[in-house]
């Protein structure tokens, strides 16, 4: 199965859909690092992350992996080795901080654009995230917390999402 976001409002998988919020500036087909675009294609997601000190392990057929304090997600241009992978914060290299005081990432799921052999500078740390509001992400697709809760119940390792 496959979760489908065809506009900036609402994501669809299986027979549900779920209020949701996208980049800032839309969609692009031509992303890159800071332009606060969600990509357009169709990626794979990688697992669960989330936040044991504040949330009950979630209920998921993916890999769940608990957020530590050091954790970040490479967004440094500069790093070839590290841009777009998880990275330990006491690294020399700009990174997404995992381990926020806010809510957003007390659970996300990356979701696998420019993976593999990425183009550095074509955009990073892209995930399914916590929202509360639903204002415009920096790039990411953001859910309320009880709807990220039932997606991650319905999501297997092979679930891809299509951002048309």
């Known amino acids: 199965m496959t979760i489908i976001i ?10 549900f859909q779920f209020r ?3 980049g800032k ?26 936040r044991k000190d504040r949330k009950k392990i979630p209920k998921t057929r993916l890999k769940i992996i608990k957020i ?5 997600w490479c967004d440094d241009i500069k790093s070839k080795k ?3 992978k998880l990275i330990k914060m ?12 806010d809510y957003k990432y007390d659970f996300f799921i990356p979701i696998k654009y420019n993976w593999g052999g990425k183009n550095i500078g074509k955009g990073s740390a892209i995930f399914i995230h916590i929202t509360k509001n639903y ?5 990411c697709i953001g859910l309320s917390e009880k709807d990220f ?16």
């Open 82 to 84: 590290n841009y777009n």
């Open 25 to 50: 500036k839309g969609f692009s087909n031509d992303k890159f690092e800071g332009d606060k675009k969600t990509p357009i294609g169709e990626f794979s997601l990688e697992n669960l992350y989330f």
């Open 135 to 139: 204002k415009p992400t920096a790039g």
């Open 68 to 72: 530590k304090k050091n954790m970040g």
């Open 20 to 22: 949701c919020c996208v």
């Open 6 to 15: 065809k506009n900036k409002d609402y994501l669809i998988f299986d027979d």
């Open 149 to 164: 809760l039932i997606l991650a119940k319905l999501v297997k390792r092979n679930t891809k999402i299509k951002i048309i």
């Open 90 to 101: 006491n690294s020399k290299f700009r990174a997404e901080k995992l381990f926020r005081s």
